[in-house]
């Protein structure tokens, strides 16, 4: 079997059995030398907030059952299983819906009005066309067109909104007790019998 359509292999694979799940395959990548390759699974949630790693792992199962029982490569290979990453992957129509309003990179196969690159606002998916607004104009550009279109990571937002998280969840921490002095944590144990000598000491 071919490496080069293994990845197109697993895909529709894991498609056929991620929405069960609740899971979406962002996409399938081979990578690394033909005499061992490295088969990348990028996994998502199908709705709501972005995969976590306790899901990650908890899916890895089933997607590497999946994969051993198509045998893609003739000799060894390593199996990853991530999540999208801040860079999102978009392929298919229902990415483009779901996250129209982000900032986007179109790569095309073939120069459109003279230039292989589109970076905008992706305002969604009609008729075929991926369609992303640059510089004030909306472009239409063909899904049939498309090398690779990805999420540009805001990495401005994303530490704002990791400081935000962060001095939320401190400010909703239970404030530390006071420290008990040794001496009266063990009085009001009743275990030891505390004797003040500080004033014979004094004396002496």
């Known amino acids: ?8 292999l697993v895909l529709e694979a894991l498609e056929a059995h991620a929405a069960e799940r609740g899971l979406d395959i962002v996409d ?27 899901t990650v792992c908890a ?35 229902a990415d483009f819906t779901r996250f129209a309003g982000e900032t986007v990179v179109f790569d095309a196969k073939t120069p459109v009005e003279g230039r292989k690159s589109w970076t905008g606002t992706l305002k969604g998916f009609a008729e075929g066309n991926v369609l992303v607004e640059v510089d004030g104009q909306e472009c239409a550009l063909a899904l049939d067109n498309m090398k690779r279109c990805h999420i540009k990571p805001d990495f401005d937002a994303i530490m704002a909104a990791a400081k935000k998280a ?24 009743g275990d030891v019998e505390i004797e003040d000598v500080s004033d014979e000491d004094d004396a002496e």
Not at 1 to 8: G, R
Not at 28 to 54: C, F, K, Q, W, Y
Request: net charge negative.
């Open 28 to 54: 399938v990548e081979v990578a690394g030398p033909a005499s061992h390759p490295t088969l990348r699974v990028r996994i998502d949630n199908l709705e709501g907030d972005t995969i976590d790693m306790d």
């Open 166 to 189: 962060a001095k939320q969840a401190k400010a909703q921490a239970p404030a530390n007790p006071r420290p008990v002095p040794a001496k009266a944590a063990a009085a009001q144990a």
């Open 1 to 8: 079997m071919a490496a080069v359509k293994a990845d197109e």
């Open 59 to 93: 899916q890895t199962a089933w997607v590497s059952e999946v994969v051993e029982g198509l045998d893609p490569f003739a000799g060894a290979y390593e199996l990853e299983v991530s999540s999208p990453g801040v860079d999102r992957p978009l392929r298919k129509e």
